[in-house]
């Protein structure tokens, strides 16, 4: 078993690793990155960008998104992985 050796306190949070994972997909600033910013609107992200992010968070997190959960904002992001990771 592998213990890492860093302390709790420099463990990203969920929303930090969820900005980090969508502004990784297009090289965005993470300052660019808020809570409010829409995907398709703000950051530009087409389909196929949103369909990677949630691939993404699914290896992550070890949750499943469903398709028809509704996912405008990075903020529905952050909230949704939350409130779903932590039942994992």
Avoid: C, W
């Avoid at 302390?7 to 929303?15: D, G």
């Avoid at 997190?61 to 990075?74: A, G, H, Y």
């Amino acid at each position: 078993m592998y213990v890492s050796t860093t302390s709790l306190a420099h463990t990203p949070t969920i929303e930090q690793q969820v900005f980090r994972i969508i502004s990784k997909r297009k090289a965005i600033r993470a300052s660019r990155v808020r809570k409010t910013a829409s995907l398709a609107r703000d950051l530009r992200f087409d389909t196929v960008d949103v369909v990677d992010i949630i691939l993404e968070l699914e290896r992550n997190f070890s949750i499943t998104i469903p398709d028809e959960v509704p996912l405008t904002t990075v903020g529905d992001f952050v909230r949704y992985v939350r409130e779903h990771a932590a039942a994992a």
